[in-house]
């Protein structure tokens, strides 16, 4: 298969949170090391592995653009090339602080005011790198729309790839994947409220896009660069 490539919020390696995260997801994108899990918020390890088994393929990150396949008669020198164009052409985004919050059934750091400059950062690079991008799989819409999606979601997922962009779009650094139990949801989100409050004190900008890629169909992502955003 086709390596698979995404553009992210990612924090710098020494960023407090970046070490935090790589040992509760159990993955660092950053260095490809892997952490076992521990047990926490009155859970066994085993459970914090299950429960953080989506988010840790991917390290910890903010979606700008998803994942996706490069085009046929493109290749990774091209995204390069129109990655550093992109970052020459926008600023860096200072993000409102971050908090843990609930999102569905899963746990996440989301700004806790509304941001239109990442807003509209990551609607850019939404348009800006779609022409690289290969079309959409019927398995991967397939798998999109399982999730249940509005009229206007399933539009962007034809003509995007993916239906969370735009209006729909939420910058989140997912910690969790779902956890469909509400005491146990309430337990592990106090456990991290509490974890990254001292981590938090410190914000976070958004200084470059992070480019992301998966090597393997089933393998995790891993950083393949920074590209600074200096517009």
Same mark, same amino acid.
């Given at each position: 298969?086709?390596? /698979?490539?995404?553009? !992210?919020?990612?924090p710098?390696?020494?960023?407090?949170?970046?070490?935090?995260?790589?040992r509760?997801?159990?993955?660092?994108?950053?260095?490809?090391?892997?952490? &076992? =899990?521990?047990?926490?918020?009155?859970?066994?390890?085993?459970r914090i592995? =299950?429960i953080?088994?989506?988010?840790?393929?991917?390290?910890?990150?903010?979606?700008?653009?998803?994942?996706? /396949?490069?085009?046929h008669?493109? +290749?990774?020198?091209?995204?390069?090339?129109?990655?550093?164009?992109?970052?020459?052409?926008? =600023?860096?985004? @200072?993000?409102?602080?971050?908090?843990? =919050?609930?999102?569905?059934?899963?746990?996440?750091?989301?700004?806790?005011?509304?941001?239109?400059?990442? +807003?509209?950062?990551?609607?850019?690079?939404?348009?800006?790198? +779609?022409?690289?991008?290969?079309?959409?799989?019927?398995t991967?819409?397939?798998?999109?729309?399982?999730?249940?999606?509005?009229? @206007?979601q &399933?539009a962007?997922?034809?003509?995007?790839? !993916?239906?969370?962009? $735009?209006? +729909?779009? /939420?910058?989140? $650094?997912?910690?969790?994947?779902?956890?469909?139990?509400a005491?146990?949801r309430?337990?592990?989100?106090a456990?991290?409220?509490?974890?990254?409050?001292?981590?938090l004190r410190?914000?976070l900008?958004?200084?470059?896009?992070?480019?992301?890629?998966?090597?393997?169909?089933?393998?995790p992502? @891993?950083?393949?660069g /920074?590209?600074r955003?200096?517009?």
């Amino acid at each position: 298969m086709a390596p /698979r490539f995404a553009l !992210y919020a990612a924090p710098p390696a020494n960023h407090p949170l970046h070490g935090f995260a790589a040992r509760w997801l159990g993955w660092d994108a950053e260095s490809g090391e892997s952490h &076992d =899990a521990q047990p926490a918020a009155g859970l066994p390890a085993e459970r914090i592995a =299950a429960i953080t088994a989506e988010p840790r393929r991917y390290g910890l990150h903010g979606t700008l653009k998803p994942p996706f /396949r490069l085009r046929h008669g493109c +290749d990774e020198g091209m995204l390069i090339v129109a990655l550093e164009q992109f970052a020459a052409a926008h =600023a860096p985004v @200072r993000l409102p602080p971050l908090q843990v =919050a609930v999102l569905g059934s899963f746990i996440a750091l989301r700004p806790s005011l509304p941001c239109p400059d990442i +807003d509209a950062l990551a609607g850019a690079c939404v348009q800006a790198f +779609d022409a690289l991008r290969a079309p959409s799989s019927e398995t991967e819409l397939a798998r999109r729309r399982s999730a249940g999606l509005t009229a @206007r979601q &399933d539009a962007n997922l034809i003509q995007w790839g !993916y239906p969370y962009v $735009f209006e +729909d779009f /939420r910058l989140h $650094f997912t910690l969790t994947g779902r956890i469909e139990d509400a005491a146990e949801r309430a337990a592990v989100l106090a456990h991290l409220t509490a974890q990254t409050a001292p981590l938090l004190r410190r914000g976070l900008d958004v200084e470059d896009i992070c480019l992301f890629v998966q090597m393997q169909s089933d393998g995790p992502f @891993r950083v393949a660069g /920074r590209y600074r955003l200096t517009g």
